[in-house]
């Protein structure tokens, strides 16, 4: 077990090296890059936004003809475009081995501390989302496997295909009108993840704040994954019951929660298990990006989509360093997870 998880911590270095690599070379073909932006904002063209329309930044990348040769190398210089992209590319690499990822072009902070500035509202979406999805689509799955063909499973089955059928932001914005102010009923807050008085609330408030503001962007975030997750999980057990060592176990005499949960669930239980790296990396980094937009949160999804967009190449780089390597671990974790639901599973004789 010990060699076949440093195998994989060993090669997660490599997997690095090909995403960062290919992002990099993908990064140089991208036009309007931080010099340009800064052009654009020294001439007021577009406001230099970050947001600048590829029109804007072709015409300041003409406009910049007319700039001060010494002004322009000076702009080179002072984001790192003086250097071969090949020298950027290898000084990137060697800060990186380090974990120094540098600063941000236009945020005036280190990407470090902007990351882990950022850190805590998405993982706030994170966890509370993934565990309440995990918390209520395992025991609903099962429950929808026992009871399958039956007036439970029909009309709970209708309720999660509109779950998966509605995308998050839409239901996002559906809480939005219900409970925050869209009607007569305004319950919970939209923007931001505590108060403004947070820091004069007693402790149990601030648990109370804490949560109040979580219920909406939570909520949204759990209805596709849940609706996901239920029917994975309620196949999974459908697979198992059927066959030959359950219907052996009830000849035994066996009780069906002794079968149910002594033999079908360590077995069909795997393939949940099997999603979990997945779950997490979509609930942490993919959808919660418009909630974050949406309900006015500060977090990493969307930093790294305004960096993309403004070509903040250190924040970009640094965020899909830290995701990349955050998902890897994840994968390494599910795997392992896979020991403690079932221990007939040896690693180190799959990996010969």
Known sequence: MIGYILRRLLLIIPTLLIILLVNFVIVQAAPGGPVE??????????????GASAETLHTSSRASRGLDPKLLEDIKRQYGFDKSAPERLWLMLTQYAR???GASFFRGAKVTDLILEKMPVTLSLGFWATLI?????????????????SAFDAWSSSLIVIGYALPSFLFALLLIVLFAGGTSLNWFPVRGLVSEDFDQLSLLGKLAD????????????????????????????LNEITRQYVITARAKGLSEQRVLYGHVFRNAILLVVAGIPQ???????????????????????????EAAVSRDYPVVFGSLFIFTLFGLLVRLIGDLCYTLVDPRIDFATRAR
Do not use: C
């Open 133 to 149: 999805t995990y918390l209520v689509s395992i025991p609903l799955g099962i429950r929808k496997a026992v009871r399958h063909g």
């Open 37 to 50: 932006q800064a052009v654009a904002r020294l001439q007021g063209i577009g406001g230099g936004a970050p």
């Open 279 to 305: 779950a997490l990396i979509s609930v942490f980094f993919a959808g919660s990006l418009l909630i974050e937009v949406i309900f006015s949160l500060d977090g990493l999804g969307r930093m790294s989509y």
């Open 99 to 101: 974990l120094d990822f």
């Open 210 to 237: 804490y949560f109040w503001h979580l219920v909406l962007p939570v909520g949204a975030l759990v209805i596709g994954g849940f609706a996901t997750l239920t029917l994975l999980t309620k196949n999974a057990f």
